[in-house]
């Protein structure tokens, strides 16, 4: 029998850390929770994206009353930042959330595992590490790539 043990790396900052571009790129992620479409769960996500050519893309959670029909702000931002910009790698992305008292977390939202997969695949499609900036309001969890929120990942690469 062996053992691994994974480890992941990745920084805490508080907001006043931050560099001017991520904070902005914050910001907006900040904002977009308040166009969250989340009538059922009342848990208002909003993520930025900032792509290679400088263009901050943002989305959020949209919800169905049929429930899984609703997407997550993470694949909603990646979705469309893919599709409007094909060939813009995304180089960090933020997020940001809100509880039903409209109170934004303290501690950094974890993104769900189906959007960490999506991340994933939006790294390895540009062959670019995509940062990641998980805002709390007690602190900003910073990660160098998707890796990180992903260990033993499944991608292209598995079925050759
Ligand atoms: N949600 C996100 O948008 N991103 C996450 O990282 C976690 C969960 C949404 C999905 C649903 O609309 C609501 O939050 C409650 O799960």
Do not use: W
Not at 88 to 111: K, M, T
Not at 124 to 144: A, D, S, V
Request: glycine share 6%; charged share 20%; aromatic share 8%.
């Amino acid at each position: 029998m062996k053992e691994l043990n994974i480890q992941i790396a990745l920084k805490i900052y508080e907001y006043e850390e931050l560099s001017v571009s991520d904070r902005e790129l914050v910001n907006a992620a900040r904002e977009a929770t308040g166009r969250s479409y989340a009538p059922y769960s009342h848990f208002s996500v909003g993520a930025a994206a900032r792509l290679a050519n400088g263009i901050i893309v943002t989305g959020t959670n949209q919800e169905n009353a049929a429930y899984p029909s609703g997407l997550c702000a993470e694949r909603t931002t990646l979705f469309y930042a893919n599709s409007q910009y094909p060939e813009q790698a995304v180089e960090i992305l933020a997020i940001a959330a809100r509880n039903e008292r409209g109170v934004f977390l303290d501690a950094p939202i974890p993104p769900c595992g189906a959007c960490r997969q999506v991340m994933l695949e939006t790294e390895k499609r540009f062959n670019h590490p995509m940062r990641i900036l998980l805002y709390g309001t007690k602190g900003i969890y910073e990660l160098k790539n998707v890796g990180g929120l992903l260990p033993l990942s499944f991608d292209a690469s598995a079925m050759e």
